[in-house]
C-alpha cells in the first residue's frame, strides 16, 4: 500500500506521493497524455461518471486555479511525485492578531461556544433527562465536546446536575 502525504502551510498545500511519475509518463507529455496506473479503477469511477478518460485533469486545474486568480499549481517528480497548491492570502492560516476576513479565531470560537451553550440549554429545557450521548447527537459533536461544555456551564452556574449519572436528571439555572 502506497502512502501519500498532505503537508497544508500558510501561503500553500503540498501533496506528495512515493514513486514518481508512471512509466510512459514525462515532464513534456504531462497534463496532456493520459496514463492510468490501476486501470480497473479507472473504468470503474469512468462508469460512474467520477472521472473522464481524456487525461484532462492537469489542464482543468491550472485553467480554475487561473480564473480564480492564484497561482497556477506546481508539479515536480523525483522519487516522489509533489503537487503544490498555492492557496489566496485572504484565506491564511496563520492570523498576525489582526482580523481575517473579519473575524479572528478567538472571536469564532467564542460564537460558536454560545451556541452550543444555548443548544444545550434548549434541548435540556424541553428534555432533563437528556443524555451526554443524545446531547452530541442532537447538536453534532463529540460525546468529550459536551462533556467539556456542559462542565463549564456547571462552573459558570448556569446548568445544575440533580440525582446520579444515571437517572438524575439536568435543571437549567435561572
Same mark, same amino acid.
Not at 502551510?9 to 496506473?37: A, C, H
Not at 489582526?98 to 454560545?114: C, D, I, P, R, W
Given at each position: 500500500?502506497?502512502?501519500?502525504?498532505?503537508?497544508?502551510?500558510?501561503?500553500?498545500?503540498? *501533496?506528495?506521493?512515493?514513486?514518481? #511519475? %508512471?512509466?510512459?509518463?514525462?515532464?513534456?507529455?504531462?497534463?496532456?497524455?493520459?496514463?492510468?496506473?490501476?486501470?480497473?479503477?479507472?473504468? #470503474?469511477?469512468?462508469? $460512474?461518471? &467520477?472521472? /473522464?478518460? $481524456? =487525461?484532462?485533469? *492537469? &489542464?482543468? $486545474?491550472?485553467? #480554475?486555479?487561473?480564473?480564480? =486568480? %492564484?497561482?497556477?499549481?506546481?508539479?515536480?517528480?523525483?522519487?516522489?511525485?509533489?503537487?503544490?497548491?498555492?492557496?489566496?492570502?485572504?484565506?491564511?492560516?496563520?492570523?498576525?492578531?489582526?482580523? +481575517?476576513?473579519?473575524?479572528?479565531? !478567538? /472571536?469564532?470560537?467564542?460564537? @460558536? @461556544?454560545?451556541?452550543? @451553550?444555548? +443548544?444545550?440549554? !434548549?434541548?435540556?429545557?424541553?428534555?432533563?433527562?437528556?443524555?451526554?450521548?443524545?446531547?452530541?447527537?442532537?447538536?453534532? *459533536?463529540?460525546?468529550?465536546?459536551?462533556?467539556?461544555?456542559?462542565?463549564? $456551564?456547571? +462552573?459558570?452556574?448556569?446548568?445544575?446536575?440533580?440525582?446520579?449519572?444515571?437517572?438524575?436528571?439536568? /435543571?437549567?439555572? +435561572?
Amino acid at each position: 500500500m502506497t502512502s501519500f502525504f498532505i503537508d497544508v502551510f500558510d501561503d500553500r498545500v503540498d *501533496i506528495s506521493n512515493p514513486g514518481g #511519475l %508512471l512509466p510512459g509518463v514525462t515532464t513534456r507529455n504531462f497534463g496532456k497524455e493520459s496514463v492510468r496506473r490501476n486501470p480497473i479503477i479507472a473504468d #470503474l469511477f469512468h462508469r $460512474m461518471g &467520477k472521472v /473522464e478518460r $481524456m =487525461g484532462t485533469g *492537469i &489542464k482543468r $486545474m491550472k485553467d #480554475l486555479m487561473r480564473e480564480a =486568480g %492564484l497561482q497556477e499549481p506546481e508539479f515536480t517528480s523525483d522519487t516522489f511525485f509533489h503537487a503544490v497548491f498555492y492557496r489566496n492570502p485572504e484565506y491564511s492560516l496563520k492570523l498576525t492578531g489582526e482580523k +481575517k476576513a473579519g473575524v479572528t479565531t !478567538q /472571536e469564532t470560537t467564542q460564537k @460558536t @461556544t454560545q451556541k452550543t @451553550t444555548q +443548544k444545550i440549554i !434548549q434541548l435540556v429545557t424541553e428534555n432533563p433527562h437528556i443524555t451526554r450521548k443524545e446531547l452530541a447527537d442532537f447538536i453534532g *459533536i463529540t460525546d468529550d465536546g459536551v462533556k467539556y461544555h456542559l462542565t463549564n $456551564m456547571q +462552573k459558570k452556574g448556569l446548568l445544575r446536575r440533580v440525582g446520579p449519572d444515571k437517572g438524575g436528571h439536568w /435543571e437549567v439555572v +435561572k
